[in-house]
Antibody, heavy 120, light 107 residues
Framework: EVQLVESGGGLVQPGGSLRLSCAAS????????MNWVRQAPGKGLEWVSH????????YYADSVKGRFTISRDNAKNSLYLQINNLKDEDTAVYYC?????????????WGQGALVTVSS | DIQMTQSPSSLSASVGDRVTITCRAS??????LAWYQQKPEKAPKSLIY???SLQSGVPSRFSGSGSGTDFTLTISSLQPEDFATYYC?????????FGQGTRLEIK
């Protein structure tokens, strides 16, 4: 069974930093591209970032470019999102999601989400 | 960026009804379209990919159609567990983009 478990969320002051993690199990993590998708309270879904299976290809939404860094450790079956210079508008639930192999950009499986709250 | 527009934004329907949700892309995306279902306080769930292919385990009352710029999600006979918010998403190009969502409520 595919499992994605996010962690690392919490309350952070504006300008602060945070690192989210996503622990993967039940599939060959090193063969899958991965993504972060977020959802602000009461709002819709927003794709944040993509990383290929080997980390050779990385994309970011314009809204986070320069502040967010996606990475992965295939030996640890883990995906990360380093978030710097947090802003109020970064308050959201952050989901990790797999790409379906050979169907890049389609989110096959989702984690349960990690809440990041930016507030002073 | 490709903009995705769903209609309606909300919809009231009864158990057993046939429901259709529409999604329009700002430019042609071939069949690179997915549909997701999200219930309150839960993660999204994948329903349909490539505009009309059903994700494994999804009931056959769900169906998708369309190509190019206009797409539809149809639920043939609403069940109590189908009341949720539905999102379309294009994966033709980055940045990946979602529609604003359609909230399906019980009448």
């Amino acid at each position: 069974e595919v499992q994605l478990v996010e962690s690392g969320g919490g309350l952070v002051q504006p300008g602060g930093s945070l690192r989210l993690s996503c622990a993967a199990s039940g599939f060959t993590f090193s063969s899958y591209s991965m993504n972060w998708v977020r959802q602000a309270p009461g709002k819709g879904l927003e794709w944040v970032s993509h990383i290929s299976s080997s980390s050779s290809t990385i994309y970011y939404a314009d809204s986070v470019k320069g502040r967010f860094t996606i990475s992965r450790d295939n030996a640890k079956n883990s995906l990360y999102l380093q978030i710097n210079n947090l802003k109020d508008e970064d308050t959201a639930v952050y989901y990790c999601a797999t790409d379906r192999p050979a169907l890049r950009g389609y989110f096959d499986y989702w984690g349960q989400g990690a809440l990041v709250t930016v507030s002073s | 960026d490709i903009q995705m527009t769903q209609s309606p934004s909300s919809l009231s329907a009864s158990v057993g009804d046939r429901v259709t949700i529409t999604c329009r892309a700002s430019q042609g995306i071939s069949s690179w379209l997915a549909w997701y279902q999200q219930k309150p306080e839960k993660a999204p769930k994948s329903l349909i990919y490539d505009a009309s292919s059903l994700q494994s385990g999804v009931p056959s009352r769900f169906s998708g159609s369309g190509s190019g710029t206009d797409f539809t999600l149809t639920i043939s006979s609403l069940q109590p567990e189908d009341f949720a918010t539905y999102y379309c998403q294009q994966y033709k190009s980055y940045p990946l983009t979602f529609g604003q969502g359609t909230r399906l409520e019980i009448k």
